[in-house]
Each structure stands twice: as C-alpha cells, then as structure tokens.
C-alpha cells in the first residue's frame, strides 16, 4: 500500500485525517475565498470519507504569495501543488463559483497528464464552461464600482466591505480572482469519464438551471442536479440541506468503490 504524502504543505488546510479513508474530497474556493470555507464540512460526511481543503496563493495563510489571474496557470500550479496527494487514495473534486471552473480543468489535465480521474466531479454555483461570460470584466472596475458588485453578490462579509483595512488586504485578491474567472476560454476536449454533480441555487440571478444542466455535456458518466434553497452562496446559507446531499452522495461513491473492489476481488470487471 502506498505511503500516504506527509503533511503540511502550503496547498493544504484545515484537513480533518480519517484512520481508514476510502476516498479524498479535494475542496476549491470560490473567488475571494480560503480554506476556512470547508472547515465544518468534515463533521457532515462518513468517517471513512476526508475533506481535503485546498489552499490558493494569494489566499488565506498565503496571502503573503501572489494570487494568480490567469487559469491555465492555476490550473497548472495546483496540479504539480496537490499531485502527491492524488496517488495513494481515490479522491473527487469540489468547487464552487470560481472553484467549479477550476476542480473541472483540473479533473481535464489530471487525465491528459496522468491518466487520473476523479471518482466524481461536484460543480456548484457556476454555469457549465462552455457558456461564454458575457458580463463586462468586474475586475477592471475604478474601486467604488467594484466595492459595488462585491455588496450585490453578497459573499464578502459585511465586516471586511466595512473596513478600510481589511479592504486594501482584500480588493486585490477578489480582482486576480475574478480575472482568473472573466478571462478564462473554454477548449473543447474528451469528456470526463466520472459522474459529474451540479449544485445551483433557487434564488440565484446569474447562474440557471439550464446553464447548470448542460455540465452533463461534459461526462460519459451519470449526470445529476440539485438545487438549493439560496442565492449564489447557498452553500453556507442552506448549508446542512446542501451538506445532506453532498454526503449521500459521497456515501454512494464509497459503496460503488467498495462493490468494485469486490467485483475485482472475485474476478469481476465492473466499472
């Protein structure tokens, strides 16, 4: 059995080691947002599942380092981050917003590179990648008007948006982090072979079911939605209803990993 990657590096916060784990949930922040996001989650799903949140540059106890604005490159640096990490359990991916963006190209390069693949792909609050960002670049907006689309999206606590302080800290990781998002270009490539899971919310203004729905378009496997009570950050405002799903979700991925070890265990070929 292999050993498993020793602890900490920078790219990992915040994680909640199981003694047996049968499978790793890599967690993605949405824009602006650090481990501190999943820090609970761990207490929602089966012992046997870990939650492992992922820290960006730029972000949380990287703040010091410099957030990146373009994906490819955060695509590409979270890959050579976290690769360790993908070898010695199996493992699915998260994200939300920005992080649904990221968790996808990830899955994408992890296959074309090393010929990994996630046991499941979990998208929330984000249209499918395919459908063009026609709003105008956020991330270029003089001070004032940006401070305005951070109070209508209504994911920066009010505290920090108060603050001057905390402001100048902040401003510019949101702005490398909606560049990151409003420059990205899809590339049309292979579908992933793992079920894909999408998250919306009900009261949610940007993002419709129907943008959500057409993440199907990016698997071979089984596709499923789920829609939240909330806007765009339902995830914490319904967040034990979304955390429920989330679980038996997990819950069923684990026992779909358990029949395939039996089936491989009795010589069985199953998917």
């Not at 401070?147 to 603050?163: A, D, F, K, M, V």
Request: aromatic share 10%; proline share 6%.
């Amino acid at each position: 059995m292999t050993a498993k990657p020793r602890l900490p590096t920078p790219w990992l916060a915040n994680v909640q080691r199981r003694q047996t784990p049968s499978l790793r949930l890599f967690c993605l922040p949405y824009a602006g947002g650090s481990t501190v996001v999943f820090h609970k989650w761990h207490k929602y799903v089966s012992s046997d599942v870990e939650i492992y949140p992922v820290q960006l540059p730029g972000h949380g106890m990287r703040l010091r380092e410099v957030a990146f604005t373009s994906m490819d490159a955060l695509v590409e640096s979270t890959l050579n981050g976290l690769l360790p990490f993908f070898f010695d359990c199996p493992f699915a991916l998260f994200g939300h917003s920005m992080g649904a963006l990221l968790a996808f190209e990830l899955g994408r390069l992890l296959r074309a590179r090393h010929n990994l693949e996630p046991e499941k792909l979990i998208v929330s609050g984000r249209r499918a990648p395919q459908l063009a960002d026609n709003e105008s670049p956020v991330y270029k907006l003089p001070e004032n008007e940006f401070i305005l689309q951070l109070h209508r999206l209504n994911g920066t606590p009010h505290e920090i948006l108060s603050n001057r302080e905390m402001l100048e800290l902040v401003l510019p990781i949101l702005r490398a982090d909606f560049e990151v998002v409003q420059t990205y270009t899809y590339r049309a490539g292979e579908k992933l072979s793992c079920p894909i899971k999408a998250f919306g919310g009900l009261r949610e203004e940007t993002v419709s079911e129907s943008d959500l729905m057409l993440w199907a378009d990016h698997t071979i496997g089984a596709f499923s939605l789920s829609m939240i009570r909330g806007d765009h950050f339902f995830i914490h405002q319904s967040q034990q209803e979304f955390m429920a799903v989330v679980a038996n979700d997990l819950s069923e991925t684990v026992a779909m990993l358990r029949k395939r070890r039996s089936q491989k265990g009795n010589g069985v070929v199953g998917y």
